[in-house]
């Protein structure tokens, strides 16, 4: 036990800040709590300016200080319960700490009150929306008091006095590159000094009269805005497009105001202040006996969101006052925390009044920018940008407790639209809404744009805007310059020479082309570390931490977004024939690996796959549509499949359901790919069941079989005519150890369905030696069938020398050891009784090259083949009803014309 007149060092914190603002006070141990809350306020008279002692909450903790957590920041409700002690005003210290308290831990968080919002009891009290008041001479006297103590001498206005005069820049890299802006988002710890945030990196200059924004949407929206007649501008893209870089670029040259509805992102954390609000407001309704209708929800929002913008505006307005300000403070220095929390008092104030008084200050603060000249210059009729960034995650939240602000019957809102609403009430003739978000949904876009409007139909007025990203390396190129010229001196850019080199850049291009976001952080990265040669790993592990399976539970991954989409709709999928993200990324995928097709291109906006981030829009002769081509996203799409479905049986059902007979027979001709492939590693070639037997035809086809070309974990299956030519398939297998231009080439190649030929061509490697071409011939059918000598022979025909060449004049140079098999795969058939025999050792043509049939029917197909391939055949067959002209050659044109 300690001395009674002992003095303990207590370290406290308050809620939510970084370990490294913590504080020692040193205190009797036999003070009451009460009393130490007192020396807490007084000691820090600037961080509780607006609460009184008794507002104040304590709660014992142990958190250890380590150089790890110093920029951690800790939020008490992340404190599990076993862990922390509410601290009563009565208690001693002593009481709780009867020993002297380690050092170098956290002992005490300092807990503020929440954020006000109107009592339940009282709301009856509260004027209707649309009464007048008599108070609002006294609201004004409210603000005024408010302000006066806000912008009372002391480190806020000193702060914001620098901040005006241009001493408020943003912090520079040190280190060996220096000079690129250094920032954080909330939430996170203070980066290393050495780490840049690009996304402010060269921002447009409003001084400069040539400047102009960099990013092509920046320039979009801002020829919108210009055009002075829209209330309310949408802004839908894929995650990691540049959407932020947009509205930043935007804000640097027209006034306005960002907000960020995110909980650990950029610009002020006010939006979050305003969320915890109205959950404690929803929580005070539900514990309540009183009926509370959806427009008293409606109206506590507006008024919410009043508070939240007049709070901007008064710190915005006084920034306006201060000398100098048209020379130094443009519309890209307004972006910063406020004042929100202390006007947040007065909502109990009637919603008019507040919309008068927001009003006021608005015009206000446009008098003083036109009459000090700030830039850029406004005039009258000018009207502010109100940006709403993360938007997504308002347009989530508390769906049901809010309605439209029209009356249709389908009129139930999540948080976002009361709160776009209140925007709206200080008028439209004065704001411009720009609403953007990742993975906000398009249909949330078209009410938000009409929400409390007098638009009709929104869907005729959205616009669909192109994020372009990294079309090609010569864009990577200049954006990688635009870096270096931000550079302080001569050896900060030599040092980022030497880190981004030019491989460097071709890797970033052909991993990311089509997206901002990840190239970027890639290259902070690179930026921050100064290992010499690390580029590589760097861009790799970016790459990883967005595509690759093992990382799937970090947020931004694919993988992780696939599987919550699976899991979504085993739980809620009701209609079959409705397509998924997942139906279609599966489909998707099969045609990338199986026939060579690296784009996928929607006619029109496919919503889900844009709001999921796996598909970005293009504007293609006037049209907006969806293209899913970017090389990250097929990889994390492939490792899905990987880890969940390597046989693309979930997407050759799919295909199977929903196609005709000969659209099945394409099917089966690359089923068959992964079918080979098991069946050589299970079973010798020369071991296969056939009269006859193989070893007896061709002694040189006895030994271990493998695919040439294939590669676990085979996605890349297949090739066809449209991506080379049947003799530069065989060339780069033959002559290239499977690579074609320094790219992999797919082991199974489609040839052109005219002129007739084989419909599978691969190599097989016979002992590690021997290398020998296959050319199938491939026939499906829905029930048995007898295989005739005129089918069988024109079958045998296609795979067959004078039919090959039709498509490889030389085919026979790139059969080294002289033999190629023909292949005649037909199921389910029996042979004929007239089918013409075996030859039991074929002759050798006069070049010396022998050709070995091998034929395949309901003789052998299922003693060759694994049981749960041929199970799946079977199903495949049998999916759809064929009538008797179904056995004819019909089918073989129709299924190759699907190649084509």
């Known amino acids: 036990m300690t001395d009674n007149s002992l003095s303990l060092n207590l370290r406290c914190l308050v809620d939510g800040d970084r370990i490294s603002k913590s504080f020692e006070l040193a205190t009797p141990s036999t003070e009451s709590f009460g009393q130490l809350r007192t020396t807490i306020r007084l000691s820090k008279p600037i961080w509780f300016k607006d609460l009184e002692a008794e507002d104040l909450t304590l709660w014992k903790v142990t958190i250890p200080i380590t150089k790890d957590n110093a920029d951690t920041p800790i939020l008490l409700k992340n404190v599990p319960d076993s862990d922390k002690d509410k601290l009563g005003p009565t208690d ?37 929306p ?63 000094d050495t780490r840049p945030s690009l996304l402010f990196m060269d921002l447009p200059d409003p001084s400069a009269p040539a400047s102009a924004p960099k990013n092509l949407a920046a320039g979009s929206i801002l020829d919108m805005v210009k055009q002075n007649d829209r209330p309310h501008i949408p802004v839908f893209g894929v995650s990691g497009c540049g959407k932020t870089r947009a509205v930043i670029e935007l804000l640097t040259q027209h006034w306005g105001f960002y907000f960020n509805a995110a909980d650990d992102d950029w610009g002020s954390g006010d939006m979050m202040t305003l969320f915890d609000s109205v959950s404690g407001y929803l929580k005070d309704i539900q514990a309540s006996p009183i009926v509370v209708d959806l427009e008293s929800n409606n109206a506590f929002v507006r008024k919410t969101i009043l508070l939240l913008f007049l709070s901007r505006l008064l710190v915005f307005k006084y ?66 940008l109100v940006v709403n960034d993360e938007a997504q995650f308002l347009g989530d939240q508390f769906k049901g407790s809010f309605k439209s602000a029209s009356d249709s019957k389908d009129s139930l809102r999540p948080l976002l639209s009361p709160m776009l609403h209140g ?138 977004e696939l599987n919550r989409l699976d899991q979504k709709h085993k739980d809620t999928r009701h209609d079959k024939s ?91 001709e690359r089923y068959m790919m992964a079918v080979f492939s098991r069946t050589f590693k299970s079973r010798r070639l020369s071991d296969w069941p056939h009269r006859p037997p193989i070893l007896e035809m061709c002694p040189d086809l006895v030994g271990e079989v493998e695919i040439v ?36 080439v797919a082991p199974f190649f489609f040839p052109k369905s005219k002129p007739s030929g084989p419909d599978l061509l691969f190599f097989i490697r016979i002992d590690g030696l021997k290398t020998v071409p296959v050319f199938v011939q491939m026939k499906l059918h829905q029930s048995s069938a007898k295989l005739y000598k005129k089918l069988w022979e024109k079958a045998l025909a296609t795979a067959s020398a004078p039919c090959i060449q039709d498509h490889a004049k030389d085919f026979l140079n790139f059969c080294p050891d002289n033999i190629y098999i023909s292949m005649v795969v037909a199921y389910p058939m029996v042979c004929g009784a007239k089918l013409p025999p075996a030859v039991e050792v074929p002759e050798k043509d006069e070049r010396g090259v022998q050709q070995v049939v091998i034929r395949v029917s309901d003789v052998n197909f299922d003693q ?37």
Not at 150 to 168: C, E, N, R, S, Y
Not at 626 to 642: I, L, M, R, S
Request: negative net charge; hydrophobic residues 40%; contains cysteine.
């Open 130 to 192: 649309g009464s007048p008041s008599s108070l609002f001479d006294d609201l004004h006297a409210d603000i005024k008091r408010i302000t006066d103590r806000f912008f009372a001498p002391g480190p806020i206005v000193d702060f914001l006095d620098a901040f005006v005069k241009g001493q408020g820049t943003l912090p520079a890299t040190t280190g060996p590159i220096q000079g690129l802006p250094s920032a954080w988002r909330r939430g996170f710890g203070r980066p290393p």
């Open 578 to 668: 409705e397509k998924t993200v997942l139906d279609i990324l599966g489909l998707c995928l099969y045609n990338r690996c199986f026939r060579g097709d690296h784009t996928l291109e929607v006619d029109s906006v496919n919503a889900s796959l844009v709001e999921h981030a796996f598909g970005r829009i293009k504007i293609v002769n006037h049209n907006a549509v969806t293209v899913v081509d970017e090389p990250f996203v097929f990889k994390a799409v492939e490792n899905y499949f990987t880890a969940n479905d390597p046989g693309f049986q979930t997407a050759l059902r799919e295909l199977m359901d929903r196609t005709d007979a000969a659209a099945q027979g394409n099917l089966f």
């Open 319 to 384: 920034c306006l006052g201060v000398p100098g300000c048209a020379e130094t403070f443009t519309s890209a220095r307004d972006i910063f925390n406020t004042l929100f929390r202390q006007v947040l008092k007065l909502l109990h104030r009637a919603e008019n009044d507040l919309v008068d008084l927001v009003g006021d200050v608005l015009e206000a603060a446009k008098d003083r920018i036109i009459k000090h000249g700030c830039l850029p210059k406004i005039n009258d009729n000018t009207k502010l």
């Open 423 to 560: 925007f709206r009430r200080v008028g439209e003739d004065r704001l411009t809404l720009v609403t953007c978000g990742t993975g906000l949904s398009i249909n949330t876009l078209f009410w938000v744009q009409s929400s409390g409007s007098e638009l009709k139909d929104s869907s005729t007025h959205f616009e669909y805007m192109e994020f372009p990203g990294f079309t090609d390396l010569e864009s990577i190129k200049a954006y990688i310059s635009r870096v270096r010229r931000c550079l302080l001196d001569d050896e900060s850019r030599r040092v980022f020479d030497e880190r981004l080199p030019q491989d460097a850049l071709d890797m970033l291009f052909g991993k990311f082309v089509g997206r901002y976001r990840p190239a970027i952080v890639a290259v902070e990265k690179i930026v921050e570390h100064s290992e010499h040669g690390s580029w590589k790993a760097l861009i790799e592990d970016t790459e990883d931490k967005l595509v690759a399976w093992e990382y799937r539970t970090i947020k931004g991954n694919l993988c992780r």
């Open 864 to 900: 060759i083949f694994p049981k749960d391939h041929v199970d799946f055949i079977d199903r495949l067959k049998n999916s759809g009803k064929r009538t008797a002209d179904d056995v004819d050659s019909d089918d073989e044109d129709r299924s190759k014309k699907l190649r084509t």
């Open 709 to 744: 070309g294939w590669r676990e974990p085979a996605l890349l299956q297949g090739t066809t005519h449209a991506m080379m030519s049947m003799e530069e398939f065989m060339d780069a297998h033959v002559n290239h150890h499977s690579t074609r231009n320094n790219k992999l």
């Open 92 to 128: 001693d210290v002593i009481e709780w700490f009867p020993q002297v308290p380690d050092k170098k831990t956290i002992h005490i968080i300092v807990q503020r009150p929440p954020p006000v919002h109107a009592p339940v009891l009282s709301r009856a009290l509260t004027p209707l």
